[in-house]
């Protein structure tokens, strides 16, 4: 069965949450999907704010709560 654009969206955020950013060229391969759509992606949540987008690359945005995981020992 073929992948939402949805849950195609998720997997993108969390890509880019564990790293911080990414290239979209990167993020196409992770993705199994082409760089067109990966960059088609990375554009629909940048302009939902869910992503800070320039030239060939994406990142979390800076204004975003940072993920929650275990804080220092």
Request: proline share 7%; glycine share 10%; hydrophobic share 40%.
């Amino acid at each position: 069965m073929r992948e939402s654009a949805a849950e195609r969206h998720d997997r993108l955020l969390a890509l880019v949450r564990e790293r911080g950013s990414a290239r979209v060229s990167d993020l196409a391969g992770l993705l199994g999907v082409s760089p067109v759509t990966a960059r088609r992606d990375a554009e629909a949540l940048a302009e939902r704010g869910l992503l800070d987008r320039v030239h060939g690359s994406v990142s979390w945005p800076r204004d975003a709560a940072t993920p929650a995981g275990p804080g220092p020992g």
